[in-house]
């Protein structure tokens, strides 16, 4: 590790936490071992849940990152997807890794066929995971069908179309919307709202530390947000004067 310089790691095994008392040595190895290392790992919900209060061990072994894919705020999707848990152990997972000071992004995706009504209580459920703690990433995707997942072939029964050649293929941007089931004018209220509102409403500690000190700001800050409360229930965001206030003080429009 000192040889080159490793300072820190990134597990991508979703298994990661499939089995607790694994991650548990492995986090106790590193704390014995004196090994000042920072570390991240994807991870299902299920995992984290199980972890319970040892996830205090985790962070103690340097643990600073996760990537959880709470997929749904619908539990008739999750069901539909066969993710093996509930819209609670969402709620779960975020409470405990908030508890232990554990940065998380947590990803969504909305339209898949089939699934009705999926996208309002996936932004709800968005919401309360970052009202829990305004340090974590929401991530909201849509669904894009690719071939030999289980549900290409009902996507094909729903009315999509694929590329029919591999220059069609290499050119899918999955970032936008893809299938005919989705209205083309929730992509805009979607991005908006995991790319601005949830950090608007909740956000992360070094905004609010960094506003603090001043006042004025501070101040104009607690008004906006008010105001910006009422238009969000109806999800509406044609007037972003936030998004413009926060770009003359910070020089971005979104948090990240």
């Known amino acids: 590790m000192t040889d080159y310089g490793l300072d820190g790691i990134k597990f991508y095994d979703a298994n990661f936490f499939v089995n607790p008392s694994r991650a548990i040595k492995f986090a106790q190895g590193l704390i014995d071992n004196n090994l000042k290392i920072r570390w991240g790992a994807s991870a299902h919900l299920k995992g984290v849940v199980r972890l319970g209060d040892n996830l205090a061990k985790m962070k103690e072994s340097g643990l600073n990152r996760l990537l959880i894919g709470a997929e749904s705020g619908s539990q008739v999707a999750l069901d539909y997807m066969n993710k093996g848990c509930t819209v609670e152990d969402n709620i779960r997972a975020a409470e405990l890794c908030a508890k232990y000071d554990i940065p998380v992004s947590f990803t969504f995706i909305v339209g898949m ?131 413009n206030w926060l770009k003359s003080i910070t020089g971005k429009k979104t948090f990240q």
């Open 113 to 243: 066929p089939g699934v009705k009504d999926d996208l309002s209580p996936t932004l709800e459920l968005a919401l309360k995971m970052k009202k829990i703690s305004g340090n974590f990433d929401v991530n909201i995707h849509f669904y894009a069908p690719f071939p030999g997942t289980p549900l290409f072939d009902e996507s094909i029964k729903y009315g999509y179309q694929p590329p029919t050649n591999l220059q069609g293929w290499s050119s899918l941007d999955y970032y936008v919307i893809q299938t005919p089931w989705i209205d083309k004018k929730e992509e805009k209220k979607v991005r908006r709202f995991g790319d601005f509102y949830c950090d608007f409403l909740y956000p992360p500690t070094w905004f609010l530390e960094d506003i603090r000190s001043r006042p004025i700001l501070s101040q104009t800050y607690k008004v906006l947000r008010h105001i910006v409360e009422l238009p969000y229930k109806v999800h509406f965001y044609g007037l972003p004067v936030e998004m």
